[in-house]
């Protein structure tokens, strides 16, 4: 068997799934959800091994697959945010001035 043949059936088994939801065979919310996130990680993953190939391709791949994920993580990073915020202004409030 050769050394890619798990990665190749992983991508065909995904784009099998995404083809069967466009055309109506819905998978469930989970899986929807996962894919979200699942497309642009694997967009990074191939402009990394394109990058590292010496394609300039790679670079725009990978580049909108972290656009796409910073979107899809948008909520997250605002969740985030304000737990620092509120965190530093706890930690502001309780430091002692000599």
Known sequence: MK?????????????ALILL?????HTGHFF????????????IG???I???NGSKIGWIIAGLGIIILLGKMATWIII?????LIGYGFSML???TI
């Open 3 to 15: 050394r890619n043949t798990g990665l190749a059936a992983l991508l065909i088994a995904f784009g």
């Open 21 to 25: 939801n466009k055309f109506g065979l």
């Open 32 to 43: 929807g959800s996962l894919m979200g996130y699942l497309v642009p990680l694997i967009m």
């Open 46 to 48: 191939l402009g990394y």
């Open 50 to 52: 394109g990058i590292r």
């Open 80 to 84: 985030l945010l304000a737990i620092g």
């Open 94 to 96: 309780t430091k002692r």
